[in-house]
């Protein structure tokens, strides 16, 4: 659940709701006695038994087989198969240890999959629910054309609190409706920005979904950061 500042066709705008339109299925896993079954997390290897350890140990690569069949060097008897708790996820550097100081590096590829740029990956603030609201772009997408061109990764609904943000939400939902398309929502003075969720999250593009049924009424955010492009011809 989580909060966004948005505007209407009219310009008049509202902090309204958003929640996950995924629904988490109800299962409960038991074992052949009928009782609960939980997850547990089991150390498998230790860092001082990875095979760039094994291969200092042997000399070389075609000699770690020999270690092997002599012993068990990658086997701790102590502690592998252990149960994991309370565990932190860190970053070790090229010699295994602990990295305190990590550089994140944002990677950018050509269509082919080459290497294109290296850069210092930017932590970018949201944007979805400061002082300037969402604006509509004015910019309609044919569903069809919108399905056939975006790949969709995520989608929120965005949902009312009280009796003024619904009619807000409901005449939103309504107007998009009789269009059949999706409206292009972006951030920004004039809407041409990506959309930020989290801190350093991934930015989307939105496009907004409008359906209603009597007084009933939904309003989707659908969330795109790939576009499908056909391939240049040879």
Same mark, same amino acid.
């Given at each position: ?5 948005? $505007?209407? #066709? ?29 997850? #547990?997390?089991i150390?498998?290897s230790?860092?001082? !038994? ?28 102590e ?7 309370n565990? $932190? ?5 090229p010699?295994?240890?602990? $990295? ?77 409706? #009789? ?10 003075? !004039? ?5 930020v ?14 359906r ?5 009424? $939904? ?16």
């Amino acid at each position: 659940m989580g909060q966004i500042n948005l $505007a209407n #066709s009219k310009g008049r705008d509202a902090v309204v709701n958003t929640q996950s339109v995924t629904v988490p299925l109800q299962l409960r896993w038991v074992d052949q006695e009928n009782r609960q079954v939980n997850n #547990s997390k089991i150390l498998k290897s230790s860092i001082n !038994k990875d095979i760039d350890i094994l291969v200092e140990q042997a000399g070389a690569l075609e000699n770690v087989s020999d270690i092997l069949i002599d012993g068990d060097p990658e086997i701790d008897m102590e502690t592998f198969g252990s149960f994991l708790r309370n565990t $932190a996820r860190v970053y070790i550097d090229p010699e295994g240890k602990v $990295a305190h100081r990590v550089k994140c590096i944002e990677i950018l590829k050509n269509p082919d999959g080459n290497e294109k740029e290296r850069r210092p990956k930017k932590t970018t603030p949201p944007n979805v629910a400061t002082d300037t609201p969402l604006k509509w772009s004015g910019k309609l997408i044919k569903k069809e054309d919108a399905y056939n061109r975006f790949v969709f990764s995520s989608k929120i609904q965005i949902t009312h609190y009280n009796g003024l943000t619904y009619d807000f939400l409901y005449e939103m939902a309504k107007e998009l409706e #009789s269009q059949k398309s999706l409206m292009l929502i972006g951030a920004g003075s !004039k809407s041409n920005q990506p959309l930020v969720f989290r801190r350093g999250s991934i930015s989307y593009r939105g496009f907004l979904e409008g359906r209603t049924q009597g007084n009933k009424y $939904a309003l989707i955010l659908h969330l795109s950061n790939m576009e499908l492009k056909a391939p240049e011809k040879q």
